[in-house]
């Protein structure tokens, strides 16, 4: 058994000019191209234009960068409509025009935080045209449902994309910066759609299928049909812009969108999901990019410390992340993640935070920190993306916003976690099973969906509850071929700090490390027989 020492590394002063470079660079990079994967950078849903969450604004974001931090930087998408008035253009200009000035010179990319853009189809004067005209659902007994349809015109879907980018605010951000090098426009992605096992209410589909169609069918004709009309949106969307560079930068991302997680939790996960044997997900089709999310949700059990955790049901998204390269080599792979906490105005209760609260558990930053670093080794994402609500203080989430800065800053600053970041190969656990494993298709029953590695101080019979604890979470990645193996392991325990904790590392040996609540890394070297702790940038 190896035990730990010490490696140091060595860090410089930030330099605004290099640190807007970096992000630059990494935003551009190509997926594992031959330098490895992009570095990730931070950046937030909250955009700063309610009154109460000011401090979440862009020229704040930009503040951060110059302290050498490694932000995307996010900004509310601008309203739509082409006549801007004096006091609208002083509104405007107050939250835009400095922070973009600003970016522009330091030749960042940009995000644009917006609401689904299909939702107007669903309002006037779209929901009120004649069924044969209608993007939305037509039932069967001829009732129009404000959900849109796979099988509708697709027209109105390019026209509604036009609109959110043919405006008068859009087009003076084009004026103050005409050539950022990427411009992402994101979509919160949740207005209600045509689900796959719901299609036979839809008069369209069954007078162009019938019934008695499989469910393999049902759920690749809805893919299908979904990819034709979000990319009109996004194509009506890009012809929206004036500046030929803008249309050539533009990226269109959806929250959700990627494989489902949920894969296995239970028999009714196939009702929300869209895999056909052919393609695990139609998303990397849809959308340039998808922000999954990594959320302890407030609305179901799910925690960052039982089986039940975004930790191992992300385990469930790595194999799709790579069959999505193959449909899209541009994806743009981000998270969001959230810790299921709102302050006192939001009304769901209880949140997560009080839920650990009440079984006396410490709830902080490093915790945080150490739970969003394990889905950043887990799947290298090109964006980690804090949820919070729109009206959210700065103040409040701060602490929690810069620790995903830090798990993100550490990647960059630091040589040793840099190199393993960019070409460090995911260990699979080949000794365990996923424990979700209800109606697995046959086509995916072999594929590696468990990384967790086994650690002593784990629950050691198997298969797993959902609400069993699980005190440390650790994963590898590898570089180099036998006898020359090298592995960097991660491991966090939410629970509170684990010591001499037994660790097994896949076909090599076990390894004994201490894990804190905000993570820990420790590099192994197969040739010189050492386990080395990689101290934090």
């Known amino acids: 058994m190896l035990t730990a020492t010490v490696l140091l590394p060595a860090y410089g002063a930030p330099d605004v000019t290099a640190t807007a470079r970096a992000i630059r660079t990494e935003a551009l990079m190509a997926n594992a191209g031959k330098e490895g994967q992009p570095l990730p950078l931070a950046t937030a849903w909250c955009t700063g234009s309610h009154r109460w969450s000011t401090g979440w604004r862009p020229i704040h974001q930009l503040a951060l960068i110059e302290r050498g931090h490694f932000l995307l930087p996010w900004f509310a998408h601008p309203s739509r409509g082409q006549e801007l008035d004096e006091k609208g253009k002083a509104a405007f200009k107050d939250y835009y025009e400095a922070a973009v000035r600003r970016a522009a010179e330091l030749k960042l990319p940009l995000t644009f935080v917006s609401t689904q853009w299909e939702s107007l189809l669903s309002r006037p004067p779209w929901v009120d045209l004649p069924a044969d005209q209608n993007p939305n659902v037509v039932g069967v007994d001829g009732k129009i449902a404000k959900k849109v349809s796979p099988f509708g015109p697709v027209a109105p879907w390019r026209e509604v994309g036009k609109s959110w980018t043919d405006s008068a605010r859009m087009r003076l951000?084009?004026?103050?910066?005409?050539?950022?090098?990427?411009?992402?426009?994101?979509?919160?992605?949740?207005?209600?759609?045509?689900?796959?096992?719901?299609?036979?209410?839809?008069?369209?589909?069954?007078?162009?299928?019938?019934?008695?169609?499989?469910?393999d069918f049902k759920r690749k004709v809805v893919g299908d049909g979904w990819i034709e009309r979000y990319r009109a949106l996004q194509g009506g969307m890009r012809t929206g812009l004036v500046s030929p560079e803008w249309r050539q930068a533009a990226r269109f991302v959806g929250y959700g969108g990627g494989a489902p997680e949920f894969l296995g939790r239970w028999g009714g996960w196939v009702h929300y999901s869209l895999h056909t044997k052919d393609r695990i997900t139609p998303y990397p089709a849809m959308w340039d990019g998808s922000s999954p999310s990594y959320y302890t949700h407030d609305w179901c059990p799910t925690t960052d410390h039982t089986t039940w955790s975004p930790q191992l049901e992300f385990m469930n998204t790595v194999f799709a992340k790579q069959l999505g390269y193959k449909l899209n080599p541009d994806w743009w792979y981000e998270f969001s993640t959230w810790d299921g906490h709102e302050w006192p105005w939001r009304k769901k209760t209880?949140?997560?935070?009080?839920?650990?609260?009440?079984?006396?558990?410490?709830?902080?930053?490093?915790?945080?920190?150490?739970?969003?670093?394990?889905?950043?080794?887990?799947?290298?994402?090109?964006?980690?993306?804090?949820?919070?609500?729109?009206?959210?203080?700065w103040d409040k989430a701060e602490p929690y916003f810069l620790a995903i800065s830090s798990a993100v800053d550490r990647v960059h600053r630091n040589a040793t976690l840099r190199q393993w970041w960019r070409h460090g190969k995911l260990v699979p656990n080949r000794a365990r099973k996923h424990p979700y494993q209800s109606g697995i298709p046959a086509e995916l029953q072999d594929v590696d969906r468990w990384f967790l590695l086994d650690c002593d101080v784990n629950p050691q019979e198997f298969p797993w509850d959902l609400h069993w604890k699980i005190p440390v979470f650790a994963l590898a990645r590898t570089i180099g071929e036998k006898p020359n193996r090298r592995w960097l392991v991660y491991a966090h325990a939410p629970l509170g700090e684990r010591q001499a904790v037994k660790v097994t590392i896949p076909e090599y040996a076990d390894i004994t490390i201490d894990v804190p609540p905000v993570g820990v890394f420790y590099e192994i070297d197969e040739a010189t027989n050492t386990v080395k702790r990689v101290p934090p940038a």
Request: proline share 8%.
């Open 173 to 215: 951000l084009q004026e103050w910066y005409p050539d950022p090098p990427r411009v992402i426009f994101l979509s919160n992605n949740e207005h209600g759609k045509l689900r796959w096992h719901k299609t036979e209410t839809s008069s369209r589909y069954m007078k162009t299928y019938g019934t008695g169609r499989s469910a």
């Open 350 to 393: 209880p949140s997560k935070v009080m839920v650990y609260e009440q079984a006396d558990q410490v709830w902080n930053p490093e915790r945080y920190e150490g739970f969003i670093q394990f889905g950043m080794w887990l799947m290298r994402p090109r964006a980690v993306r804090e949820y919070r609500g729109w009206t959210t203080p």
